[in-house]
């Protein structure tokens, strides 16, 4: 099936600090999408891409949409303690739904 | 709040009981997700309804599970007979004419 490979799997940073994760796969998607959760909650929307190539930012957030498709990033500039979290990117397969990767859970040390 | 809904927020059952979660969409979203998410994990796909037809449904939705949604509004997941495999955090999410998903806060479901 399709699979999402997220990296790092853990990130430990110091506030004031940039991030970046991305998200590779062997399948294409058709929109990459980049949502938070916190412990017992459900995943936030932060991004939503839907075009090859396409930048977006939200805030300190910016996010890519791979050229090939297959693979998206994103970036956290300027990282601040609320920022803690675990990350997860999904891709939107032709029949809807979404897959997601295993997640990279953030650390900000004030 | 017009947020996705879902209820209860936490359930402890004993092995073999049924349990049943409520998901209450965003109101003008006519399609409905169900997510299980286990500790370390990213959300997987169990099925998903646009309005009141059930359009998909993943090979991990045993005979045990079963999903409605009557009206086309609120959904409902059943889980028959629970094992302790099925403790997770089931997560509904009702997704926009652009087809981004937004999530409840989730179910947490603990089976003894």
């Known amino acids: 099936g399709q699979q999402l490979n997220q990296s790092p799997q853990s990130m430990f940073i110091q506030e004031g600090e940039d991030v970046s994760m991305n998200c590779t796969s062997s399948?294409?998607?058709?929109?990459w999408l980049w949502y938070k959760q916190d412990p017992g909650e459900g995943p936030v929307l932060l991004i939503a891409?839907?075009?090859?190539?396409e930048l977006t930012s939200n805030g300190r957030l910016t996010a890519q949409f791979g050229i090939t498709r297959k693979d998206s990033f994103l970036n956290i500039s300027a990282s601040i303690p609320s920022d803690v979290g675990i990350y997860f990117c999904a891709g939107q397969t032709r029949t809807e739904k979404l897959v997601f990767g295993k997640g990279t859970k953030l650390t900000v040390n004030p | 709040d017009t947020g996705v809904s879902q209820d209860p927020r936490h359930k402890i059952t004993k092995r073999g009981q049924n349990v049943t979660f409520r998901c209450d969409p965003i109101s003008e979203h006519n399609r409905l997700y169900w997510y299980r998410q286990t500790l370390g994990q990213g959300p997987e796909f169990l099925t998903y309804?646009?309005?009141?037809?059930?359009?998909?449904k993943s090979r991990l939705l045993s005979d045990r599970f079963s999903a409605e949604r009557p009206k086309g509004s609120f959904s409902t997941l059943e889980i028959q007979r629970t094992e302790q495999g099925d403790s997770a955090m089931y997560l509904c999410?009702?997704?926009?004419?652009?087809?981004?998903?937004?999530f409840g806060e989730g179910s947490r479901l603990t089976v003894l």
């Open positions: 399948s294409i998607f058709n929109t």
């Open positions: 309804f646009q309005n009141e037809a059930q359009l998909e």
């Open positions: 891409l839907y075009k090859a190539g």
């Open positions: 999410a009702s997704s926009s004419p652009q087809w981004e998903l937004f």
